[in-house]
């Protein structure tokens, strides 16, 4: 079993639809990652977390300690969010990145 | 401000060729890590420096792989003898260490042969 899972592996949603993403984890962390890669393969940091709830834009990602799950919110989704969303946690102790699979999201027009 | 660089953007080798992959991290950052994503696969860690030392080298998948840093700066990964299953983006990602965000480059493409 993976360390981190994602869920769903893929999602196609319409233009304005609010989006989830899940990530479980079953490791201890000091943080979880959540980035974004583009179809030409740049991945950017959309947020870093160990506790509570970060909003940045329309993009909001939430982390809950004791359940060991993380969720990532698009809300009124628009086709340049299309993206493959991976969420990678930091094992306490260590300093790399465990990555989940990664969920790639569709926004149709 | 420069982000993180990575040289070549490409790269086509004929199996059993060595390569030098390198990375510039944003000045000032002292951890860095190289990643690995095979096509169609996720992201896997190879490696990642503190200053420049290697505390974790765990995910070098073979012998043939190594990395060094320099200045605290520039990162070269290498793979000798190259093999068709060392084909993917190989990605580099600077921090200022712990817990924190990373910057990830552009990644090379390489392509054995």
């Known amino acids: 079993k993976n360390e981190v899972e994602q869920s769903p592996q893929n999602l196609t949603a319409q233009e304005g639809e609010f989006i989830t993403i899940n990530c479980s984890y079953s490791?201890?962390?000091?943080?979880l990652h959540w980035l974004q890669q583009h179809p030409g393969g740049g991945i950017v940091s959309l947020f870093m977390?160990?506790?509570g709830k970060k909003k940045h834009g329309r993009l909001i990602a939430t982390i809950n300690i004791q359940e060991k799950h993380s969720s990532l919110h698009i809300t009124a989704s628009h086709p340049r969010d299309s993206a493959v969303y991976i969420c990678?946690?930091?094992?306490?102790?260590?300093?790399?990145?465990?990555f989940g699979k990664g969920t790639k999201l569709t926004v149709n027009p | 401000g420069a982000g993180v660089s990575q040289s070549p953007s490409n790269k086509v080798t004929e199996k059993g060729k060595d390569v030098e992959l390198r990375c510039d991290p944003i000045?000032?950052?002292?951890?860095l890590y190289w990643y690995r994503q095979r096509l169609g696969q996720g992201l896997e860690f190879l490696i990642y420096?503190?200053?420049?030392?290697?505390?974790?080298k765990s995910g070098l998948p073979s012998d043939r792989f190594s990395a060094e840093r320099t200045g605290e700066s520039v990162s070269t990964l290498t793979i000798q003898r190259t093999q068709q299953e060392d084909s993917a983006v190989y990605l580099c990602?600077?921090?200022?260490?712990?817990?924190?965000?990373?910057?990830f480059g552009p990644g090379t493409r390489l392509t054995v042969t």
């Open positions: 977390l160990s506790s």
């Open positions: 490791v201890g962390i000091s943080a």
């Open positions: 000045s000032g950052h002292t951890a």
């Open positions: 420096f503190q200053g420049n030392s290697a505390p974790d």
């Open positions: 990678a946690v930091i094992r306490g102790g260590s300093e790399k990145l465990v």
């Open positions: 990602a600077s921090s200022l260490g712990g817990p924190v965000q990373q910057y």
